[in-house]
């Protein structure tokens, strides 16, 4: 579109140039009209062009550049062409000249042309591409996830970047709301074809885990859960929230850090019985309300300076092992263990 723009921009500056050499040479006020209409359509055209470029986020450094150069010329040129008719004018005084409808139309003309090319025709085609990716992620995520009131609610386009100077549009960044979360969550659509949905990176799953873990343990822990979830091992037609036991069969969870929550209440750093017994507790709270039945580890991190320390904690075959830095092992049978309050 913006070629199109510049090549109405070279036939403006023709005509202009037509328009004055044949009104000191027939001293005919129509080409009078016909150059002052289309000199007003070119700055206000112009003006308008340098507003689209500047505002475009699909052009990259370079493109920038060039556009605003090219609209810098264009001005100039209307400038200089500008002060050559009214020099011309001027020295016309065998008729009289002035304006008439012709000068306004063609004018308005050029603009028309401008707007449609500038504003009209990319506004359009930007709604059609927005609902298409709209309607391709809400299909995507009710065939992998179900239908859990999925809504979008901004479409952008993603770029990656070759310096400052290049970015190419490589996708779609798509912020999207459920009633399985508090928060939208981003999908990034790999590839610039709207009406098709192959490549797609989101973390929903790994979202709501967190969400919903971590609202479950600030009940009675001042700890922070982090779950980390490779979502494209998640069939596509999987049709549900799956469990946490199905993640585990789809090799979905990668990485569990359990982490002391900073000014927390947490006093178990010089009690290493007590944090034994807490971890424990923490450990079977857990595998009840994630309903966990199968082999996991988790990461328990306590940072505090010279007092930092983590732990490993493994759940297999109704076993719970808890593995401190030294390798010391505390392992408790699963089928015998009770939660106490904290």
């Known amino acids: 579109m913006y070629g199109l723009f510049f090549l109405i921009c070279i036939i403006e500056m023709i005509m202009q140039i037509v328009s004055i050499v044949k009104l000191k040479k027939l001293k005919d006020f129509k080409y009078w009209n016909i150059f002052i209409g289309i000199t007003i359509a070119s700055f206000i055209s112009d003006a308008l062009a ?4 500047t505002g475009d986020d699909a052009l990259d450094l370079g493109g920038a550049l060039i556009s605003v150069f090219i609209c810098g010329f264009v001005f100039v040129s209307n400038l200089v062409l500008l002060l050559v008719g009214l020099i011309v004018k001027k020295n016309i005084k065998s008729i009289e000249i002035k304006t008439n409808i012709n000068s306004t139309f063609i004018g308005l003309l050029f603009i028309l042309f401008s707007v449609i090319l500038l504003i009209i025709i990319p506004n359009i085609n930007n709604k059609i591409s927005n609902n298409s990716i709209s309607n391709n992620v809400i299909a995507y995520l009710n065939n992998k996830y179900g239908d859990n009131n999925f809504e979008i609610v901004n479409v952008e386009n993603d770029y990656s970047y070759n310096g400052i100077v290049q970015k190419y549009h490589t996708g779609y960044e798509v912020t999207v709301s459920s009633s399985l979360l508090k928060n939208n969550f981003i999908i990034y659509i790999y590839g610039t074809n709207p009406r098709i949905v192959n490549g797609v990176s989101e973390k929903l799953i790994e979202n709501y885990y967190n969400e919903k873990t971590n609202e479950y343990l600030s009940q009675k822990y001042d700890l922070e859960f982090d779950m980390s979830v490779k979502e494209e091992n998640i069939p596509n037609n999987c049709g549900h929230i799956p469990t946490f036991n199905e993640l585990v069969d789809y090799n979905a ?14 006093n178990y750093d010089f009690d290493e019985d007590g944090r034994i017994k807490y971890l424990k507790d923490l450990s079977f709270d857990l595998i009840k309300y994630l309903n966990i039945s199968k082999d996991i580890s988790i990461d328990f991190r306590r940072w505090n300076g010279e007092n930092s320390y983590s732990y490993d904690i493994q759940v297999s075959n109704n076993s719970l092992k808890i593995i401190d830095d030294n390798n010391k092992k505390y ?7 009770k939660v106490e309050e904290q």
């Open 50 to 53: 340098f507003s689209v470029f």
């Open 253 to 266: 969870i990668s990485d569990i850090y359990i982490t002391v929550k900073k000014n927390s209440n947490y």
């Open 331 to 337: 392992e408790f049978d699963i089928n015998n263990l």
